[in-house]
């Protein structure tokens, strides 16, 4: 009992760790040369890497923001973690990415890291709101409307397809923190100052 409680607490803290790497940050920098924190949005995500970088560093970004969240909760699950394990290693995950120790807790919104970590643990429900992510910002050009419109639909989804507890508190919790981050985005929606892709 006290090696798993030991293991999982290790692992919760590897998962904060590797979702704290800051892609966008990294590849933004090496290969354009800008901060993203002080270009475009200032968000350090592939949306604002698309802006101030380009489509290469920005599709880059986009699947190595969803492979860290994939492949730590994938991690948990190699390593026979039970369901509560790897719901907490999930939501570290996009903790981490969301607060990242190496740039001062400023990180991105978390929307990719979400769906990574959270396409094995609800996979239905994790579809369905990318779907409804990428929909509603192909045709509005709003990211940020389409993450926080998923983040929404993604709680009730994950009870609907019956999911366990911690499942549901997990995305329940990293769905609060996500639409949290988008404050900021909501304001500039209402006022018709968010900017588009």
């Known amino acids: 009992m006290l090696f798993h409680l030991?293991?999982?607490?290790?692992?919760?803290?590897?998962?904060?760790?590797?979702g704290?790497?800051?892609?966008?940050?990294?590849?933004?920098r090496q290969l354009s040369g800008k901060d993203v924190r002080y270009a475009g949005s200032g968000n350090i995500g592939a949306a604002n890497v698309l802006r101030t970088a380009g489509?290469?560093?920005?599709i880059s970004v986009l699947v190595l923001d969803i492979g860290k969240g994939y492949c730590m909760v994938l991690l948990a699950r190699v390593l026979g973690m039970d369901a509560a394990s790897e719901a907490a290693v999930a939501g570290a995950v996009v903790i981490g990415h969301?607060?990242?120790?190496?740039?001062?807790?400023?990180?991105?919104?978390?929307?990719?890291?979400?769906?990574?970590?959270?396409?094995l643990l609800a996979p239905l429900a994790t579809l369905f709101a990318a779907v409804v992510l990428f929909l509603v910002a192909g045709f509005t050009r709003y990211v940020s409307l389409g993450s926080i419109l998923a983040a929404l639909l993604l709680p009730p989804l994950t009870y609907l397809t019956?999911?366990?507890?911690s499942v549901v508190l997990s995305v329940s919790v990293v769905a609060l923190v996500v639409i949290l981050r988008h404050r900021s985005n909501i304001q500039r929606l209402l006022t018709g100052d968010e900017r588009r892709l």
């Open 98 to 119: 969301i607060f990242p120790v190496w740039l001062k807790f400023r990180g991105g919104k978390g929307v990719a890291t979400a769906c990574g970590a959270f396409v």
């Open 162 to 165: 019956q999911e366990s507890v």
């Open 55 to 58: 489509t290469l560093a920005s």
């Open 20 to 28: 704290s790497v800051p892609f966008a940050f990294l590849l933004a």
């Open 6 to 18: 030991t293991m999982v607490i290790c692992l919760v803290f590897v998962a904060y760790v590797a």
